[in-house]
């Protein structure tokens, strides 16, 4: 695969999966709504720490992709 058509990919990719992934958290927030539901402190903590330990993840993967060997600029 010619990296024009990777970067294309990668695009196509990030874009639909970032758009759904702000949905999903979205509704996930919806969740807050105490009309509707019944939940306590430590509900929201469980969900924000699974939601927070996915996203260090995310990072790190993402982080292994760059070069460690690099200096800091401006």
Do not use: H, T
Not at 11 to 35: C, F, P, Q, T, Y
Not at 44 to 53: P, Q, S
Request: glycine fraction near 4%; aromatic fraction near 6%.
């Amino acid at each position: 695969m010619v990296e024009r058509d990777k970067r294309q990919k990668f695009e196509e990719l990030a874009e639909k999966r970032v758009n759904k992934a702000i949905k999903d958290l979205r509704l996930i927030g919806n969740l807050s709504n105490r009309n509707n539901y019944s939940f306590d402190e430590g509900d929201v903590r469980k969900i924000m720490k699974a939601l927070d330990e996915e996203m260090k993840a995310l990072k790190g993967r993402f982080a292994q992709a760059r070069p460690s060997d690099q200096d800091f600029k401006l």
